[in-house]
């Protein structure tokens, strides 16, 4: 199993970035994926999940501005960043092989709350 995340970037406040991750390795469309992130010094946050069957969830912190998508024909998941803040500054991650990633959307997962984790991308807003 490979998830490699990309897009992440510097960006101002009000900017908007779009990460992808690309997955290999396991049958992706019949998995829920997520995206965590990871400030310095702070717990990881699940800020947005979409199921298999292209449900979304996403967590009040980014709620209207942060949209999770998908594309099974590329085996790759998304999410667009808009209105992004200072405080969306994180190492963001995709996160695949939760027993329920819906219930830890807006939480603080630990890493075995999910299988398998991509290595990050940067995201800083200054």
């Known amino acids: 199993v490979q998830l490699v995340e990309s897009g992440g970037g510097l960006v101002q406040p009000g900017g908007s970035l779009r990460l992808s991750c690309a997955a290999s390795?396991?049958?992706?469309?019949?998995?829920?994926m997520s995206w965590v992130r990871q400030a310095p010094g702070k717990s990881r946050e699940a800020v947005a999940q979409i199921d298999a069957d292209g449900s979304k969830l996403v967590g009040d912190s980014v709620k209207g501005r942060f949209t999770i998508s998908h594309d099974n024909a590329k085996n790759t998941l998304y999410l667009q960043m808009d209105s992004l803040k200072p405080e969306d500054t994180a190492m963001y991650y995709c996160a695949a092989g939760s027993l329920d990633p819906a219930c830890l959307v807006g939480r603080h997962p630990q890493r075995t709350d999910f299988g398998f984790w991509g290595q990050g991308t940067q995201v800083t807003v200054s």
């Open positions: 390795g396991f049958t992706f469309s019949s998995y829920a």
